[in-house]
């Protein structure tokens, strides 16, 4: 009662005669809260009951005010009383002691303020960095202590100003001072120089006070104090300094923490997870409010699922934002300790739900990465690291292996479940992907004929009358009765070419000065009969012969023979779109130009060629198309006999790999008229036998037009409830054959979109030309 008297006294005083100076005010404040210690002997009373805060609060106050008098970097006397009486390290101690009671939380507060609202650099002081660091050694602990809300503010406002002043780390990188113990002298120097070293190696291992504290509170069962917490941590691993990064990877726990957190919240998930509702789960790292009652599709396990996202994205994030070595290292070990030991061993289990259920979770993965380390870290767990092209019979990487294995399996949900995992995969920017899955087996091109050496002497001299007379028909003037014209005459009956194109021929994409260009082959190969020939048609006539010549550049296929070439592959009686108002594939150009966009602003770091290697450049081996290719081509050839589902996950994961910029992808998927070495097969040459099939099977089955138009009417949701249960509709979606009639649908969908793709790829090439 009486020290409260007499600062009020004071305070009286210096009203009614304010001629102390700051300084003057300054000292009386820090000798008011000496002479307490002094003073009292009971020292149980809490700090509250005192006027230290008071007397803190008022040196703080006269700090600032001193701040805005002086010039900018000058320090004022007040300042310096502070520093040289080393009166930071005393509140050190007094709050290291909690003496009286509650001395701690007063001091952090006096701390974390000091640090916030003075603006000039003050860690570089040794008076300063020096109790902040010991102080720093304070927090954390004791768990779920009553002053967790002050560390944390104090510990992040320090994180704060690290990152203001990145070299001020340097100060809190500790190493522990080294013994003076003598090694004992011994008739074997050898022993001597080894327990030396022993004990130097044991007593100089560097100390991050910080990050340890942080670490501590990061456990906190306040999850606003565990945030906090690891917010300051992620600031700590993105300073620049690489000293401080080596620190926190070789002499802390956060990387390994945060690698064994993910794999605790992944235990707790329940075996079994609808892949439905994984993916429909979005979470950010943060706090998660929404309770239970306020959410509308709560299933089981759902909380544990967002505990485990949020986790995972606050790991991706912080390997993005961290120093390389940081980031490196937390990838490495997210692997070591999550992915091979407990993703690995679920991806290859027999069980079909915890296969669904697993690769489920791993495709949810691969959508919440952005991080470029973890990316890669991840891709290359589930492709492996080979480059090299594949050969027949090899098996490769393991989970690669099973993973395009089950894009064949004969449950449906397990095969849709790894195509959209790999779906996913090509929508992320990685160049590792499109090379191990498809480009290390084109690369070469040995999948493109060889023309015979007399061929090529005869076509170098000119005589193309011969060359036109040998040449297969067009496949853009294969029609199915009355569409014979649409193929071959005015491209503007498929849908939009007309006006935008010139005439005259120009080169194809996958063409460049130096190399070949493409020649018309017959699509129809391999024994497949020429069901949609057109006799009267001689665009066939027209075809380029090989040369590199540029007076021969008109002659190459131009853009309408390579879209009408797919808009054509469809019979007139299979055909169903016009129908429901759809004609052409103007519907799919608009999202083949934002789609192709995006794909070649992620594949600009991977430098690829625009144009094809020259074939005087490429080996003259068998061609093996790969492991995921072949089983890709096998699900569309099956395509009239596979469920809706199945075929339109085929299809968009076929036409994101179309979209690749590059010049081996572009003939080998999208060029019509490649000729191919024997034995080969293109994406044109699948869809040709596909059509070919149902050529054959259309002529089975009655009014099979009719029925078309109403299953495309029934998926386009055009059929009303009350018709559904018609005689005309309810029959045929019951019928043997439905999964016929949906295949042809996605069959003529496919075809429009591979046709809008080819467009727009084309117009960007002669961009850049």
Not at 13 to 35: G, I, M, R, Y
Not at 658 to 673: A, R, S, T
Request: proline share 6%; aromatic share 6%.
């Amino acid at each position: 009662m009486f020290n409260k008297f007499a600062a009020a006294l004071h305070h009286a005083v210096e009203v009614l005669a304010p001629t102390q100076t700051l300084l003057e005010d300054f000292t009386f404040h820090w000798k008011s809260v000496t002479h307490y210690f002094i003073n009292t002997k009971d020292d149980k009373k809490p700090v509250q009951e005192s006027n230290i805060p008071s007397h803190l609060d008022n040196m703080l106050a006269l700090l600032t005010q001193e701040e805005r008098q002086v010039e900018d970097d000058q320090t004022g006397p007040c300042m310096e009383y502070l520093l040289q009486h080393k009166i930071l390290e005393t509140l050190h101690t007094l709050g290291k002691a909690d003496c009286p009671p509650g001395m701690k939380q007063v001091v952090l507060m006096f701390f974390l303020n000091l640090l916030g609202k003075i603006k000039q650099p003050l860690l570089p002081h040794v008076n300063v960095y020096k109790p902040v660091h010991n102080l720093i050694k304070v927090c954390g602990e004791v768990r779920a202590g009553p002053t967790e809300k002050e560390e944390i503010q104090f510990l992040c406002t320090v994180c704060s100003k690290l990152k203001q002043h990145p070299y001020s780390v340097n100060f809190f990188l500790e190493l522990p001072r080294q013994k003076s113990k003598k090694p004992r002298h011994n008739s074997s120097t050898s022993a001597a120089g080894s327990s030396s070293r022993t004990s130097l190696d044991d007593i100089t291992q560097p100390e991050f006070s910080l990050v340890n504290s942080l670490i501590a509170l990061a456990q906190s069962p306040d999850s606003r104090i565990a945030v906090k917490a690891c917010e300051g941590l992620m600031l700590c691993a993105s300073l620049p300094e690489k000293q401080a990064a080596q620190c926190i990877v070789d002499h802390t726990q956060f990387c390994a923490l945060l690698a064994e957190r993910l794999c605790t919240l992944y235990n707790a998930l329940p075996l079994s997870m609808d892949p439905v509702d994984v993916d429909s789960v979005e979470a950010k790292w943060g706090l998660y409010m929404l309770s239970d009652g306020e959410d509308t599709n709560m299933f089981p396990g759902k909380r544990q699922l967002i505990s485990l996202l949020s986790w995972y994205d606050y790991c991706d994030q912080v390997i993005k934002e961290a120093h390389p070595i940081v980031g490196r290292s937390l990838a490495n070990q997210i692997r070591e300790r999550f992915l091979v030991p407990i993703m690995e061993q679920l991806l290859l289990q027999s069980s079909e739900v915890g296969i669904l259920t697993s690769t489920a979770h791993l495709v949810k993965f691969v959508k919440m990465t952005s991080s470029p380390a973890l990316l890669d870290v991840l891709i290359k767990f589930i492709l492996g690291e080979e480059t090299a092209p594949e050969k027949p019979g090899e098996g490769g990487y393991k989970l690669r292996q099973r993973l395009i294995d089950r894009c064949d399996n004969i449950s449906d949900e397990i095969c849709i479940m790894a195509l959209k995992l790999f779906e996913t995969l090509f929508l992320k920017s990685n160049g590792h992907i499109i090379t191990n899955l498809v480009l290390r087996n084109l690369q070469s091109r040995v999948y493109h004929g060889r023309p015979a050496p007399t061929e090529h002497n005869n076509q170098g001299s000119g005589d193309s009358s011969d060359q036109r007379s040998s040449n297969p028909r067009d496949p853009c003037d294969q029609g199915c009765g009355d569409t014979a014209d649409q193929g071959s005459g005015n491209p503007s009956d498929q849908g939009s070419v007309n006006g935008t194109v010139s005439d005259s021929g120009v080169e194809t994409l996958s063409n460049g000065p130096e190399s070949p260009t493409l020649v018309p082959d017959s699509p129809v190969r391999d024994g497949v009969p020429d069901f949609v020939s057109d006799p009267e048609s001689e665009v066939a006539q027209a075809s380029p012969s090989i040369s590199v010549s540029s007076s021969e550049a008109d002659d190459k296929p131009n853009i309408h023979k390579i879209v009408n070439s797919f808009l054509g592959l469809m019979p007139e009686e299979a055909r169903s779109s016009y129908l429901t108002g759809d004609i052409g594939y103007d519907t799919y150009l608009r999202e083949a130009h934002r789609l192709f966009r995006e794909c070649s602003v992620n594949c600009l770091p991977y430098d690829w060629p625009n144009y094809a290697t020259p074939l005087e450049l490429c080996p003259n081996e068998a061609f093996y198309e790969g492991a995921f290719l072949k089983i890709l081509l096998d699900k569309l050839s099956r395509m009239l006999d596979q469920t809706y589902e199945v075929n339109l996950q085929v299809t968009s994961l076929l036409s994101k790999i179309c979209l690749f910029p590059h010049p081996h992808i572009q003939e080998f998927f999208l060029d019509p008229y490649l000729p191919v070495a024997a034995g080969c097969r293109t994406l044109h040459s699948v869809l040709l036998r596909v059509v070919s099939d149902l050529s054959a099977r259309i002529k089975a089955i009655p009014d099979f037009q009719k029925q078309v138009l109403v299953v495309r009417k029934q998926l386009m949701g055009m059929v009303e409830e009350d018709d559904r249960g018609k005689k005309s509709i309810a029959p045929i979606m019951n019928l043997p054959y439905i999964d016929l009639l949906e295949g042809v649908i996605v069959l003529e969908e496919f075809c429009k979109e591979l046709a809008a793709i080819a467009f727009v790829k084309f117009h960007a090439a002669s961009g850049r030309t």
